[in-house]
């Protein structure tokens, strides 16, 4: 293998950015990855509420201004829909989208989680923290398991918010052996635990003001509006937090789960299992 910066000029094209907006306000994103000519993505980022609009975005160069897209609506997003798994499943989605087909973008070779072991190097790529740029982590595997019948891969690398769906590449071969599919910190229970609290206050709240809580504020604001204002903030700021938070703990979902779902190679017949 070439330097790590190498390979992230070979492979940055096949890297896709999901974006969904409505009414000019971003929603939400995540990441995908190009293999045999299909989106491969998480089925949690597949999924979106509403009818967004789409947009499906990549780098091919370096600099920043290289930012090439596509766009379409929602439903035409899921028409693309070929095969999946939900979320609390193997988490995965392929799409078949005509207009990243017909662009010459990277495409990933992938290959069984069994060729890896606990130790080895990996690189995941994608556009954590809803960036529009590129961004690569470097992490080792940490453990394997299995949990409801699914391949786990523990990270030691840093994995934050929008990563979801991306590759997890392991740099000795440069193949894909997993979807990046979420983060875990080691206060995820903490927050659960304060969000939990923060949200019985606004509802315990709401129901001593009764109708007063949901009429326009007076001229001059009363305890309970201030005490109401002030948790609802207390709680929009834990999810931040939690959102921010990392202490490079990640999960990926082996790409084993997929392998049967995807057409054979087209150039030369090799096999995705090595």
């Not at 193997?90 to 990243?100: E, M």
């Not at 072991?117 to 940490?142: K, N, T, V, W, Y």
């Not at 604001?221 to 207390?234: N, P, R």
């Not at 700021?237 to 990392?246: D, F, Q």
Request: proline share 5%; aromatic share 6%.
């Amino acid at each position: 293998m070439n330097s790590i910066a190498d390979l992230v000029d070979e492979v940055r094209s096949g890297v896709i950015h999901i974006e969904y907006s409505g009414d000019d306000v971003r929603l939400g994103s995540g990441t995908g990855f190009m293999c045999r000519n299909l989106l491969v993505t998480n089925n949690h980022v597949y999924q979106a509420r509403g009818n967004p609009s789409v947009k499906l975005a990549w780098q091919p160069k370096s600099d920043t201004s290289s930012r090439e897209e596509v766009e379409m609506s929602y439903e035409a997003f899921k028409s693309c829909f070929q095969s999946g798994s939900p979320e609390n499943d193997a988490d995965f989605a392929i799409l078949n989208v005509p207009q990243l087909a017909a662009k010459a973008l990277y495409q990933f070779e992938v290959a069984s989680r069994a060729c890896s072991r606990i130790g080895d190097e990996i690189a995941l790529l994608g556009f954590p923290f809803e960036q529009r740029h590129l961004a690569c982590h470097m992490g080792r595997i940490s453990s394997f398991y299995t949990q409801n019948g699914v391949e786990v891969i523990q990270l030691d690398a840093s994995v934050n918010p929008s990563n979801s769906g991306g590759p997890l590449i392991d740099l000795a071969s440069g193949r894909v052996i997993g979807i990046v599919t979420r983060k875990l910190t080691g206060l995820t229970r903490a927050f659960d635990e304060l969000e939990r609290i923060l949200k019985e206050n606004v509802s315990h709240i709401n129901a001593l003001m009764g109708p007063e809580a949901r009429e326009p504020r007076p001229p001059g604001i009363s305890l309970g509006h201030a005490t109401l204002d002030s948790q609802k903030q207390l709680l929009q700021l834990a999810k931040e937090i939690r959102r921010s938070a990392n202490v490079g703990i990640g999960y990926a979902f082996a790409i084993d789960h997929l392998l049967m779902d995807l057409p054979e190679a087209q150039d030369d017949g090799r096999p995705y299992i090595e």
